[in-house]
C-alpha cells in the first residue's frame, strides 16, 4: 500500500469487483510491514508442457465466464478445451493447425 | 565534511552507512512523547517529491484543519524540530542534505516518511536517480501513505507518531481456502450482454457511476427478464433524473440490440 497512488485504475478496470476504494483515511503505520498484504493462490500445471502459468482461480473464471455466455456449443467446447493450456502451448497449438490446414489444401490443389 | 565522506558513494556503499537509531535516543523518544507539555515543531524535508505532498502539508495548515490547534507547527529550520517530515523520493542529489537535516535535528526526533513516495520511492522508484524510500536512508518512526496524503491523513499520521491515537493498519496473510471460487457478477445474464451494457453504461457515466447504474439494470433484469421494461419505467419516474433516464434508455436500446441479433 506504501506505493499506491489511489488512481482507481485498479478499481475501474478489476472484472469481479473485488477491489473498491474507500474514504477512510487512517493508514499511517509505525511499522512498514503494516503496508503490505499478502496472498497465496494456487497455480494451475498446463496440461501439455506441465509448466505453472495461471492462478487455479482464474482458470476457473474464465471456464464459468464461457459457460454463462450463450455462445454456440461447439465454440464453447473447443475454448474450453484450450482452457487448461499455457499460452505458448496455444500458439504450437495454432502453428501446428494451419501447417495441417495448408498441407490438406496442398494435397487437395494436387 | 558530511558532504565530501558521502556524496560520492553508490547505493550499495550507502547502505553501510545507513543511521541505526541510538537505544539511548529511543529512550530519551519515549519520554519525550510521554512528558511533552509544548506544541512539537515540524521541519520539512522536500528529497525530490512533485511538490503535491506540501501543498497537502499547508492544507493541513489553513483555518479548515488547522494543525496548528494541536500545537503542530512548521518551522524553518532543522535546529528547531522535534519532528522532521520527509516528502518525496529520496535523489541522488537530495540524499546528503537530507542526512545532514537529520544530524542537525537534536535528540530526541521523530522521523516520518510522507506520502507514498516517502514510504517507498512511490511512482518514481525505478528512476535511475531514485534511490528509494526514506526509510533506506533515515531510521523511519512513522510511515504516512497516500499520494499526496489528505489533511485528515496528515492530521492522523502525527497523532500516530506523537502517540495520541493508535495505528489501525495490519499486515495481512491471505492463504487461499479449500473451495475458494470467485462468485459470477449477474449469472442469469448472458455475458456477452453484460458486457455490452456495462460498456455502454461506463460511455455514458464514466466507470464509477456507470458501473452502478448497469448493475441496478443488470439486477432488474435478472429478477424478472419478461417485465423489465415495466420495471424500469417504474424505476426511472421514482427518480426523476433526466440524466439517469438517458442512460437507462440507451441500456434499453442495448438490450433490445441484443435480444434482435439473438
Known sequence: ?????????????????????????????????????????????CHRCGKYFAPVKEIEYAGALLRQSDLPEVVKTNAGALLNICPECKRKNDVSK????????????? | MLRDSVSNLTVAEHSKYSIHEDPAAGQLKAALLKDIHRSVYVYRVDCGGCNGCEIEIFAALTPLFDVERFGIKVVSSPRHADVLVYTGSMTRSMRVPALRAYHAAPEPKICVAYGACGCSGGIFHDLYCVWGGADKFIPIDVYIPGCPPTPAATIYGFAISLGILGQKLKTSHHVQGEDEHVSLAHPQVPYLLRVQLE????????????????????????????????????YLDKQADPRLSEIVARLVTVYDGYQGAV
Open chain 1, 1 to 45: 500500500m506504501g506505493r499506491c497512488i489511489y488512481c482507481g485504475r485498479c478499481e475501474e478496470v478489476c472484472p469481479t469487483g473485488a477491489i473498491t476504494l474507500s474514504p477512510d483515511f487512517e493508514l499511517s503505520v509505525m511499522n512498514k510491514q503494516d503496508l503490505f498484504e499478502q496472498a497465496d493462490y494456487k497455480l494451475a500445471a
Open chain 1, 98 to 110: 494451419m501447417v495441417n490446414l495448408y498441407q490438406e489444401n496442398k494435397d487437395v490443389a494436387r
Open chain 2, 199 to 234: 460498456r455502454e453504461s461506463r460511455r455514458m457515466a464514466g466507470y464509477l457511476y456507470g458501473k452502478q447504474i448497469a448493475d441496478t439494470f443488470l439486477t432488474m433484469l435478472e429478477e424478472n427478464p419478461n417485465q423489465v421494461k415495466e420495471n424500469v419505467q417504474a
